[in-house]
């Protein structure tokens, strides 16, 4: 079973940077979907980013040009680098992992429900 564990939140004004990590307890790239998932009070869990075995990444619209998700494998570990944030990012942050998906099924579009492993999450807020 694999184990994630998110760090890196925290608090900043709008428009300043953070970056998120999630490391797992095993080699991910050999055959997980990887995904950075937000959920802030009153509204549902939605997918931000994700990162296949292949490298290809994909985006929620609202955080494209602002958001990558880029791995270290040396460290089994997933970023998500945030930049230009708004009040709008303020969530509680959780990384999730689906075994044997990659490629193409390896979505933004994907419901939580589709993945397996998650992280404790990662409080960020985003202040005005």
């Known amino acids: 079973q694999m184990h994630l564990v998110e760090s890196g939140g925290g608090s900043v004004q709008s428009g300043g940077s953070l970056r998120l990590s999630c490391a797992a307890s095993e080699a991910w790239y050999t055959g997980y979907c990887m995904t950075w998932f937000r959920q802030a009070p009153g509204k549902e869990r939605e997918g931000v980013a994700t990162?296949?075995?292949?490298?290809?990444?994909t985006y929620a619209d609202s955080v494209k040009g602002r958001f990558a998700i880029f791995q270290e494998n040396a460290k089994n570990t997933v970023y998500l680098q945030m930049n230009s944030l708004k009040p709008e990012d303020s969530a509680m942050y959780y990384c999730?992992?689906?075994?044997?998906?990659?490629?193409?099924?390896?979505?933004?579009?994907?419901?939580?429900?589709?993945?397996?492993?998650w992280g404790q999450g990662t409080q960020v807020t985003v202040s005005s």
């Open positions: 999730a992992a689906a075994p044997g998906r990659s490629g193409s099924w390896c979505s933004v579009a994907r419901s939580w429900s589709d993945f397996a492993y």
């Open positions: 990162i296949n075995t292949y490298g290809t990444r």
